[in-house]
């Protein structure tokens, strides 16, 4: 039987506030888990998947460098951005409009305990968002995320992947570049990979994209690929 999973879309939001929302219902959720363990209780533990665009702002993960950043406090107030040190894995990263970001907030117990295949698996659900749009793309071995070209000298990769997980919860996520503006990106070294360049679904295609159908096709392509059932 499919899990249950609820879906919430937050459309243009605040990152700080984002993850404020994302805090909670993480340490929520392993509260819960924690309450059971500890009490035998068996109380089901809710599953996410949020989608959200964010106003201009780089964040850098836990491994991370912050010389990856190339703007002083005057740059980032010159471009409109904001940055945040974070609690994810990964180097630095990119957010704006025009960029889908996902934020699956999941117990893993309810799905499968291995933080690896679900990377792939959401990995393989851009990927198949992707070709519906007959745009191949792929992994780069070595390097999390989707790439274009992932086999030779032009990789450029169109969707970042940062994740934090404790006691199998999950929760950052995803950056798919959609309409984004990629000029935004030569302000860091992305992930700290300063020799591979970034692309988006409209620089690969040509034209803007409709994010409400991208929007409608990756939700589906993640619910398939984890056997969830979205409300």
Request: aromatic share 12%; with cysteine.
């Amino acid at each position: 039987m499919n899990k249950k999973v609820e879906f919430v879309d937050w459309g243009l939001v605040d990152y700080q506030e984002a993850w404020d929302r994302q805090e909670l219902i993480f340490n929520s959720t392993i509260a819960i888990k924690t309450n059971n363990r500890n009490n035998g209780t068996t109380e089901e533990t809710p599953n996410f998947l949020v989608f959200c665009e964010h106003p201009h702002v780089y964040t850098l993960g836990k491994s991370g460098h912050p010389g990856n950043l190339l703007l002083d406090e005057k740059g980032l107030e010159d471009k409109a951005a904001t940055y945040y040190k974070i609690n994810r894995g990964g180097d630095i990263t990119y957010h704006g409009p025009g960029q889908l970001v996902g934020y699956p907030i999941l117990d893993l117990d309810n799905f499968f305990t291995d933080i690896h295949l679900y990377l792939r698996t959401l990995e393989e659900a851009v990927i198949l968002t992707l070709a519906a749009y007959n745009i191949n793309a792929g992994r780069y071995p070595g390097f999390t995320g989707v790439w274009i070209d992932a086999d030779n000298e032009k990789a450029r990769k169109i969707c970042a992947m940062g994740v934090r997980c404790s006691r199998w919860v999950t929760m950052h996520g995803f950056a798919f570049n959609v309409n984004a503006n990629l000029d935004y990106f030569r302000n860091i070294i992305p992930c700290g990979i300063d020799d591979k360049d970034v692309t988006s679904m409209e620089r690969e295609l040509g034209h803007p994209v409709d994010m409400s159908d991208v929007k409608k096709l990756l939700k589906k392509n993640i619910a398939d690929l984890f056997q969830m059932e979205l409300y």
